[in-house]
């Protein structure tokens, strides 16, 4: 099965609110990352969050996680047009090499 | 060099011909990862590669599909006798040792069987 699964939506707003998106996974993790992908090319890391953290900052972006819930989110705070991306959470186990992607939020900022 | 690298950036096939990506990641970077993307969907492992071990080849989806890496250098993706479902984007990403570290991807090939 796969880790790492964002809520399956696809974000609309305006410029200037705020962005949030969740993920969800099954196992325990090492870390979560998040990442930006721009009209289906590469993908920019945005975020890592370890297990033993619960929030992070990163300039306009906050990532918090819960493992008790097995849940992680991002928020996109005073959205901009450049934030138009789909964004993708990615788990990393112990004793995995691999990231392990969900499906991705798609997120228009209307200007 | 400055990020990872890879090419060609678009390849149009013909369905049953063999095609080459080819990935060439941040210097220094022991940790090689292949994925393929298809057109709306999230990430499919293919391949990991770290330093002189074994690969984890365990996300190939057939036989048809290999990778090479030479050392902690240039890995190839080779893909025979195409068919349409394999087309996709092919990311290559990069990092420095292992567990935890960030890691760095390519603009992807985007690879169309016709």
């Known amino acids: 099965s796969q880790q790492g699964e964002e809520d399956p939506q696809a974000l609309s707003i305006q410029e200037g609110e705020n962005a949030t998106m969740n993920c969800s996974y099954k196992?325990?993790?090492?870390?979560l990352q998040w990442y930006r992908q721009n009209s289906g090319r590469g993908l920019v890391h945005l975020i890592l969050?370890?297990?033993?953290?619960r929030e992070k900052h990163s300039g306009r972006l906050r990532v918090t996680l819960d493992t008790s819930k097995k849940s992680s989110s991002l928020l996109i705070t005073a959205s901009r047009a450049a934030d138009t991306a789909s964004y993708f959470c990615a788990t990393e186990l112990y004793g995995n090499n691999r990231l392990a992607f969900g499906k991705g939020n798609q997120v228009v900022v209307i200007p | 060099g400055a990020g990872v690298s890879q090419s060609p950036s678009n390849k149009v096939t013909e369905k049953g011909k063999d095609v080459e990506l080819r990935c060439d990641p941040i210097?220094?970077?022991?940790?090689l990862y292949w994925y393929r993307q298809r057109l709306g969907q999230g990430l499919e492992f293919l391949i990991y590669f770290q330093g002189n071990s074994a690969p984890d080849k365990s996300g190939l989806p057939s036989d048809r599909f290999s990778a090479e890496r030479t050392g902690e250098s240039v890995s190839t993706l080779t893909i025979q006798r195409t068919q349409q479902e394999d087309s996709a984007v092919y990311l290559c990403?990069?990092?420095?040792?292992?567990?935890?570290?960030?890691?760095?991807f390519g603009e992807g090939s985007w690879l169309t069987v016709v």
């Open positions: 969050i370890r297990s033993n953290e």
């Open positions: 990403a990069s990092r420095l040792g292992v567990l935890g570290n960030t890691i760095y």
């Open positions: 196992t325990s993790i090492n870390n």
């Open positions: 210097s220094g970077h022991t940790a």
